[in-house]
């Protein structure tokens, strides 16, 4: 049987991906020129990125770019993009970056915004660490357009009800009818936020409120802050800026993980989409109250800290886990273990849908919990017809059941990751506790950046061996693109039925 995709299709949009991927090269290429560094690393991986793009355009056909195309383009997308960024890592030859896993490394936990890093020290050209924020950023650009304008329309784990709450009911008040013109609003939206939060972070360096900010910090944390990422240019994350600062990066890193389409609906004024959102409460009450009982625990454990630190730290980092940033101000890792389970719970929340965060996302656990209720309700009352609801309306139950399915795919994901991490590390006898190896592949595999151990806020991944480092590549690259796109590539019947 033939096969039945137009894969000509998917690698010539696949190119044309790649060809963007030159023009934001160019920044951190002036910024090379700038501060009198090797441009090399930037013009090598410009010429490359557009020589495979071009060659792959040439490959386009006249069939259509279908469901089935789109399941390709996002897989190969995503892992070429990170290739092809790991480019100026090696060239640029930088300590342990010049090698080429722990390059793939860094540019894939960039541009899946997970954050992991296995850096030991940050003593490199400006203008690659500026690289190292940069890809971040476009990751979170990316996955924002993925999920608005391909994954929602593929029905990929519940995805479709992405723009239940916040769309209208009237044609009037739908975002724009075109994916094209989709895409290009999320991305004034998502420019418009970032280019604030280098305002508002620059503002509080040049004030004096935050002297460390400076302009190249403030632009830096505003690309990871924005797009939920993680990575900082300082070795010391957050911790490295004063408290304003701190709560500056908490606000956007919680815009950032909020419903894009809600914040579109925000800047015309119709308040009234947010109180009625049950997402955005339910998002936000989870922050709250892991918030409150990390703080709790915290002042349980004895006084360290003045009152504010406390809040503050207690605070910011359950707002960088469940956001899945991965900012740090505090090395939780020193915390009790209650308080680092509580953080280890909220890796597993995530944000809001249509958002740039990572994880399993707060619309699918307020689903299941919709659908727990409803269950317990007609064991009890089995006549009774009671349809979940969210925004008033019925939800489908093919979705219901998608968001199950995810949900059950996302843990055994974490589970394998798990295996793999403590059987590789036994073997390299790397000194790993099981909960270690828990927090390192949840991290991974749900893109959440620190974890625990070794991998902690300041520690580095770089202490797993290089087979371990290769499995997490696969575990963010799979996690990030919601994990069906990879299975069903896998499915023979995809090629051929």
């Not at 409460?281 to 009982?293: D, E, K, N, P, Q």
């Not at 406390?310 to 960088?320: A, D, K």
């Not at 506790?433 to 949840?442: N, P, Q, R, V």
């Amino acid at each position: 049987m033939s096969v039945r995709v137009a894969w000509r299709r998917s690698l010539a949009f696949n190119g044309l991906v790649l060809q963007y991927l030159a023009i934001p090269l160019l920044f951190p290429l002036l910024l090379a020129i700038y501060y009198g560094e090797s441009t090399i690393p930037f013009v090598v991986t410009i010429a490359i990125t557009l020589g495979i793009g071009t060659g792959l355009t040439r490959l386009d056909s006249d069939e259509d770019l279908r469901s089935r195309e789109a399941f390709l383009l996002v897989a190969l997308a995503w892992l070429s993009v990170a290739i092809v960024g790991a480019i100026p890592f090696i060239i640029a030859d930088a300590g342990p970056l010049s090698q080429p896993v722990n390059a793939l490394f860094e540019s894939m936990s960039g541009l899946t915004t997970t954050g992991a890093t296995i850096l030991r020290t940050f003593e490199y050209p400006r203008s690659i660490m500026m690289w190292r924020q940069l890809i971040q950023w476009l990751g979170g650009l990316g996955i924002l357009v993925l999920a608005v304008a391909i994954l929602s329309r593929l029905s990929v784990g519940g995805a479709q009800l992405m723009e239940t709450e916040s769309r209208a009911r009237e044609h009037t008040d739908r975002l724009t009818p075109h994916i094209a013109d989709t895409a290009r609003l999320i991305g004034s939206l998502y420019l418009g936020l970032t280019l604030l939060a280098i305002v508002v972070l620059y503002g509080l360096g040049a004030s004096g409120i935050a002297p460390e900010m400076t302009l190249y910090n403030a632009i830096a944390h505003a690309f990871t802050s924005v797009g939920t990422a993680g990575f900082s240019p300082e070795p010391l994350s957050a911790a490295a800026f004063a408290p304003a600062a701190q709560y500056a990066l908490m606000v956007f890193m919680t815009l950032g993980s909020t419903n894009f389409v809600l914040l579109y609906f925000l800047l015309r004024g119709r308040f009234g989409r947010l109180r009625k959102s049950e997402e955005l409460r339910f998002y936000l009450g989870s922050i709250g109250v892991l918030a409150g009982l990390v703080v709790v625990i915290l002042f349980l454990a004895g006084p360290t800290d003045s009152i504010e630190a406390t809040i503050r730290h207690g605070l910011f980092n359950v707002v960088s886990i469940v956001t899945t940033t991965g900012y740090a101000n505090a090395d939780y890792t020193e915390w009790t273990a209650f308080a680092q389970f509580f953080l280890f719970v909220g890796m597993f929340l995530g944000g809001m849908a249509g958002s740039t965060t990572c994880s399993i996302k707060s619309l699918r656990w307020l689903m299941i919990l919709k659908s727990f209720r409803r269950d317990l309700f007609t064991a009890v009352h089995p006549e009774a017809i009671r349809p979940v609801r969210i925004a008033g309306d019925p939800v489908d139950e093919t979705a219901i059941r998608d968001i199950y399915g995810y949900v059950l795919l996302a843990i055994i994901g974490v589970v394998v990751t798990t295996t793999v991490i403590a059987v590789d590390g036994a073997r390299a006898d790397l000194s790993i506790t099981a909960f270690d190896a828990l927090g390192a592949a949840a991290s991974t595999f749900l893109n959440i950046g620190p974890a625990f151990g070794p991998a902690g806020p300041f520690g580095t991944y770089d202490v797993f061996p290089t087979t371990t480092k290769i499995a997490m590549v696969i575990a963010m690259w799979i996690g990030r693109i919601e994990i069906f796109p990879v299975l069903v590539l896998l499915s023979p019947a995809y090629w051929r039925s």
